[in-house]
């Protein structure tokens, strides 16, 4: 199979593009990068334009899009994690279209932000969205991607939860503190943390890939966590002299909008129809399993 990866040069694809050619797979990354790491080696081909893809495409992975958590949301970054996203996907789809054979099936990302945020509830893909900027971002971006579904092309949509693995992503981030002996979590700590290990990850996207299924994926863990017991599971694994909550005020302060939307609320998804839909099975469906394989 040819497959097209866009974003494959980030974090996810940092794991997607070894199985992928581990599964003999074909794979051609779009990406800005003019000399992006991993040029020259193993199956993989970079491009930094789609006019540039000259063969016949079978299937299209679209992870591109400007980081949500590097920087504030400021009204220009705001406008850039959009079109890096909504327009970019919007232009993909019209290549797509435009191909003498149109790739089979378009797998686009989203992101568990589609559900807005709640204490209580339980978000299943059948749930409805929010209206805040990342849930419309979602909610655009999802809508994007759909507009290649025909009679030869399915569409998969991703809502990706927190992916954490080492190197990159957010548990970097969250790993800071930990560095100097102190285990923090933010705000309340009693928001909720909707979690995937990178290599459940991948196997998910390898089982849309190969299954005949439509429409949103929860990918997450079956196991959310609240921030508290994520900073506690984390202080099982690493020597803390103390923990300690960073006050909601402080992030608020520093990071405006983005730390409300990200990091101070939390959700509660259900990866109901990868379990019921495709059986799919976590290899690490606990935090626990996920950090020990992490850090060990
Ligand atoms: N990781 C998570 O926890 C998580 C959670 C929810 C949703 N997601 C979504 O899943 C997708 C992949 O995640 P990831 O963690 O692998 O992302 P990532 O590491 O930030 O990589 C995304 C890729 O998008 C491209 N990109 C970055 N800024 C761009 C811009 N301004 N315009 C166009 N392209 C740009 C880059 O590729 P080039 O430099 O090669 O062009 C980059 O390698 C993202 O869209 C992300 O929003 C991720």
New binding site residues.
């Given amino acids: 199979m040819h497959i097209l990866v ?9 794991a997607l593009l070894p199985a992928l050619a581990s599964r003999g797979e074909r794979v051609t ?5 003019r000399r ?1 790491m991993g040029q020259g080696q193993g199956q993989v081909a970079y491009v930094n334009a789609l006019d540039d893809i000259t063969d016949p495409v079978d299937a299209v992975i679209n ?6 958590a590097a920087r504030r949301w400021t009204a220009a970054y705001k406008r ?1 994690i959009r079109s ?2 909504v327009d ?1 996907t919007q232009q993909l789809v019209a290549w797509m279209a435009s191909r003498q054979m149109p790739p089979k099936v378009l797998i686009s ?5 589609f559900y807005g945020a709640s204490g209580d509830a339980r978000f299943t893909e059948s749930s409805g969205g929010a209206s805040d900027f990342a849930a419309t971002l979602c909610r655009d971006w999802e809508q994007a991607a759909l507009a290649a579904q025909s009679d030869s092309t399915r569409v998969v949509l ?1 809502r ?4 954490l693995d080492a190197g ?3 548990l970097t981030e969250m790993m800071r503190s930990f560095r100097f002996g102190v285990g923090s979590w933010l705000g309340s700590g009693s928001q909720w943390l909707s979690w995937i290990h990178r290599g459940d990850v991948v196997a998910a996207i390898l089982a849309v890939l190969d299954n005949h299924v439509t429409g949103p994926f929860n990918l997450v863990a079956p196991t959310p966590v609240s921030h508290r017991a994520f900073c506690d599971a984390l202080a099982r694994r690493r020597r803390v002299l103390f923990k300690a909550g960073v006050p909601g005020v402080v992030m608020r302060t520093l990071l405006g909008e983005m730390a409300e939307s990200l990091l101070l609320t939390g959700q509660w998804v259900v990866p109901e129809r990868l379990h019921h839909e495709l059986g799919f099975e976590f290899t690490f469906p606990s935090i626990d399993e996920a950090l020990a394989d992490i850090l060990s």
Avoid: D, K
């Avoid at 866009?6 to 940092?14: D, E, K, P």
């Avoid at 990354?29 to 990068?33: D, E, F, H, N």
């Avoid at 990302?109 to 932000?113: D, E, Q, T």
């Fill in positions: 866009t974003g494959g040069t980030g974090f996810i694809g940092g990354v779009l990406t800005r990068q992006p992870l591109a899009g400007a980081s949500l850039e890096s996203r970019f990302g989203s992101a568990i932000g991703l990706l939860g927190v992916v990159g992503g957010a």
